[in-house]
Antibody
């Protein structure tokens, strides 16, 4: 069974940093691109960024709204993807999902982790 | 602000057919990128409903269908049921933004 489990969310002050983790199981993690998508309360889905597989040289791309502040990484030996967030703003408050966003029946999402940026 | 526009809400009586549009541009849907549709129940992660414009993953009822033409795509729900009352999002890729994009989302209400 495929599982994606996010962790690391919580309350952080504006300007602070936070690192989210996404532990994967049930599929070949090392061969998969991984994405982060967020959703502010009552608002729609926003793509945050993506990291490719080793074959893709672990290439990363980001949404304009987070570029320069967020960094996606991965550790294939631990089947885990990460989202390092810095210079956080109130508007970054959201539930953050990790997902394969594969556009195929192998599309899977985690349950999400809540990040609240507030003083 | 999303580059894929959906109507905020659509509604229909049980058994009726409703459609949700997803309007893009020449840099995303019109450029030939596939459109995928997600269903999101309250408090849960999105679930893939339609992939690659018009394909249903195993387990998705054939009441759901997708289509794509030009710079737009549509999701149709026939035989509307109470359990279909939730939010739906389209998703594609935008070459100008070099980013994956989601639609603005549509809430379906069963009258």
């Amino acid at each position: 069974e495929v599982q994606l489990v996010e962790s690391g969310g919580g309350l952080v002050q504006p300007g602070g940093s936070l690192k989210l983790s996404c532990a994967a199981s049930g599929f070949t993690f090392s061969g998969s691109s991984m994405h982060w998508v967020r959703q502010a309360s009552g608002i729609g889905l926003e793509w945050v960024g993506r990291i490719g597989s080793k074959a893709d040289r672990y290439a990363t791309t980001y949404a304009a709204s987070v570029k320069g502040r967020f960094t996606i990484s991965r550790d294939d030996s631990k089947n885990t993807a990460y989202l390092q967030m810095s210079s956080l703003k109130a508007e970054d408050t959201a539930v953050y999902y990790c997902t394969r966003l594969s556009g195929t029946p192998s599309d899977h999402w985690g349950q999400g982790t809540l990040v609240t940026v507030s003083s | 602000q999303s580059v894929l526009t959906q109507p905020p809400s659509v509604s229909g009586a049980p058994g009726q057919r409703v459609t949700i549009s997803c309007t893009g541009s020449s840099s995303n849907i019109g450029a030939g990128y596939d459109v995928h549709w997600y269903q999101q129940l309250p408090g849960t992660a999105p679930k893939l409903l339609i992939y690659s414009n018009n394909n249903r993953p195993s387990g998705v009822p054939d009441r759901f269908s997708g289509s794509k033409s030009g710079t737009s795509a549509s999701l149709a729900i026939t035989g509307l049921q109470a359990e279909d009352e939730t939010a739906y999002y389209c998703q594609s890729y935008d070459t100008s933004l070099s980013a994956y994009v989601f639609g603005t989302g549509t809430k379906v209400t069963v009258l």
